[in-house]
């Protein structure tokens, strides 16, 4: 569009990392129509519907916890220059400390590639190796791996000063992660609230230490500005 600049770091980006992280989401896309696909022909649209609205709840703290152990994990362990996990993993992390700001910077793709690449995996296998006539588990798997694919959108989300009308409805009832839940994390210097899908756990799982700051390396320098 005349007259308006290109983001800098989208036009920075290699051809070759943008058309894997569309792959991942492609992947993901597939993975889950096929099995939401599996999961109605177990039944009728009311009993898939009925399974969907009983795994939500238990789906949700799933997702919630996973992630956090993942964050927690990024944030205490391994350094940004660790091989493989270190620049796919650990440096996003780091980098949200020296600057929580640049979540919002990146576009849809580059911010949820890499959970959708995580939940494909997860669907792939069990599409591969669990049996079919496991509904129950089937609309679990559903829920949850939605959940884990979105988590990084809620957190960019938490980070902005406006969200679209609907989003900031789900913020205030605490259906995905709001800005003043995940502000706790930032506050704390980063040693308590690792959840990022909705938060539900942190109360918990802070009251009782499980997730507990183990020890931390930052990135050598901040990020470049973009």
Known sequence: MAGVDPDPAATARPQAVVLCEAVCVGAFVALWLALAARLDSAGTSLDV???????????????????????????????????VLGRL?????????VDPAAITRHGWLEVNAAN?????????????????????????????????????QFHKWAHQPRVPRPVAWLQRRRWILSPAAHARY????????????????????????????????????PPRAR
């Open 49 to 83: 519907l009925v399974r969907v609205g009983v795994v939500v709840v238990p789906a949700v703290l799933a997702a919630d916890l996973l992630t956090g152990v993942v964050h927690w994990f990024a944030d205490n362990h391994l350094c940004p220059t660790s091989p």
């Open 116 to 152: 959708c690449g995580a939940a494909a995996l997860a669907l792939g296998a069990m599409l591969a190796l669990a049996p079919a006539g496991l509904p129950t588990l089937e609309a679990f798997a559903l829920v949850a791996s939605l959940l884990v694919a979105s988590t990084n």
């Open 186 to 221: 930032h506050a704390s210097g980063f040693d308590c609230s690792y959840c990022v899908t909705t938060g539900w756990l942190n109360p918990l799982l802070d009251c009782i230490g499980v997730l507990s700051p183990v020890r931390r390396r930052t990135l050598a320098k």
């Open 89 to 97: 993993l650990i440096a996003p992390f780091r980098e949200h400390h």
